[in-house]
Every structure is written in structure tokens, then in C-alpha cells.
């Protein structure tokens, strides 16, 4: 069975502190993203990575970095966290095919709270 | 540009009677379709997907959905719920090239004993 892991289930940080964000899978899945989900907004996509070193924007980077240096690790990065970031993060991952016929593997997510 | 709406937030329903959870989606391009399920303090699950053939899929826990092209709509069933069946689902679409996923805003299914 796929597995994708996100590090840390619960976290509580204060306003301006650095955040990491860990997720890594093991089946050799091309494609990771990190999504952000709030109720009653569904899942908004932050970044995607396609390749290691190669990332791209989604719907709403602002505030976040990402970071992938071995295939397997996709890293999500607040610079400095804001309460507005407190929220339900899901890391995914798929295969990557032309057709894009594979489906999302998702973590079990990270709930943050930022004070 | 794709964009997926889910038209009830929340849909209570009694167990054993059947449900219908609404997906509708706009694309001017090819589609592959999927319905995930989330239950509580966890991620998402796949609970099945359309690619091509028929037009009607089955997928896991009993639950079948319907493509319809002309209504651009894949609408969720299952015809007799249980207590496990309480989660939030999830339409999503995915361009037949590229690697993006969109995802509706989610339907809250509560059943009710």
C-alpha cells in the first residue's frame, strides 16, 4: 500500500515562528503536493512539485516555501506563521503520468494552530 | 480553467435510506473525475473515480456514481447508509493532461440513527 506520512499530527506555534512541515512517501511518486483545507473552502493547493528541486505555485502561496531536495520528502515552510495560517494541511502524492490518470494519496494531515 | 461545486454543504440523512451527494463541474477540456472521502482527523481517501467507458462507477462501501457529460455532473450514491458512513466528501476533477487536482468545497454527510 502507498503511505504517505506527514511528520507531526498537532502543532501549536506562536505568531513569527519558522515552521516545517514534513511529508514523505514510498512509492517512488513523482508528483507531492500540500494542500491547505478550511471549512467550508474545501482544499486550496499552496505548492506542487513535479521532480526534486522543481516546485511550482497553486492557488495560494503567499506565506509558504517549499522544499525538495530527495524524491521521497516534500517539505511545506512558513517563515514566519501568522494566525491566519492556522489550519488543516494535507500533503498528496501521485504518480506521474501523462495522462494524469493516477490518483492522490493523501496523509493524515497536520493540524496547526498558530497564537 | 476547471472549477468543481459541490451544492450542499451538509446533508443529514436517516440510516438506511438512500443518499445523493451533488458534484457539478465546468472544464472545457477532458476530464477525469473522482470522489474522496475524509473522515474525522483524517485525510482523504479515494473512494472512486471515472476515467472513460462507462459512464457508471462503482467504488468502495457500496457507493456508485454517475458521469454525465451532458450535465457536466457526477453525482454520488449509495442506496442504503450506515452510522460509518458519516464523513465529508469530496469531488475532484483532474485535466486529461497536466497534474493538477481541483477540489469542490466538500459535502458534509451526517446519518442519523
Known amino acids: 500500500d502507498v503511505k504517505v506520512t506527514q511528520s507531526s499530527r498537532y502543532l501549536v506555534k506562536r505568531t513569527g515562528e519558522k515552521v516545517f512541515l514534513e511529508c514523505v512517501q514510498d512509492?517512488?511518486?513523482?508528483?507531492m503536493f500540500w494542500y491547505r483545507q478550511d471549512p467550508g473552502l474545501g482544499l486550496r493547493l499552496i505548492y506542487f512539485?513535479?521532480?526534486?528541486?522543481?516546485?511550482e505555485k497553486g492557488d495560494i502561496p503567499e506565506g509558504y516555501s517549499v522544499s525538495r531536495e530527495k524524491k521521497e520528502r516534500f517539505s511545506l515552510i512558513l517563515e514566519s506563521a501568522s494566525t491566519n495560517q492556522t489550519s488543516m494541511y494535507l500533503c498528496?502524492?501521485?504518480?506521474?503520468?501523462?495522462?494524469?490518470?493516477?490518483?492522490?494519496?493523501f496523509g493524515e494531515g497536520s493540524r496547526l494552530t498558530v497564537l | 480553467a476547471q472549477s468543481v461545486t459541490q451544492l450542499d454543504s451538509q446533508v443529514p440523512v436517516f440510516e438506511e435510506a438512500p443518499v445523493e451527494l451533488r458534484c457539478n463541474y465546468s472544464?472545457?477540456?477532458?476530464?477525469?473525475l473522482f470522489w474522496y472521502v475524509q473522515y474525522p482527523n483524517q485525510g482523504l481517501q479515494l473512494l472512486l473515480k471515472?476515467?472513460?467507458?462507462?459512464?457508471l462507477v462503482k467504488g468502495i462501501n457500496g457507493f456508485e456514481a454517475e458521469f454525465n457529460k451532458s450535465q457536466t455532473s457526477f453525482h454520488l450514491r449509495k442506496p442504503s447508509v450506515h452510522i460509518s458512513d458519516t464523513a465529508e466528501y469530496f469531488c475532484?476533477?483532474?485535466?486529461?493532461?497536466?497534474?493538477?487536482?481541483?477540489f469542490g468545497t466538500g459535502t458534509s454527510l451526517t446519518v442519523i440513527p
Open positions: 498528496a502524492s501521485t504518480i506521474y503520468r501523462a495522462t494524469n490518470t493516477g490518483e492522490l494519496f
Open positions: 472544464s472545457s477540456v477532458s476530464v477525469y
Open positions: 475532484a476533477v483532474s485535466r486529461s493532461t497536466g497534474n493538477q487536482f481541483y
Open positions: 512509492m517512488d511518486h513523482e508528483n
Open positions: 512539485s513535479y521532480d526534486v528541486k522543481m516546485k
Open positions: 471515472y476515467l472513460s467507458g462507462s459512464t
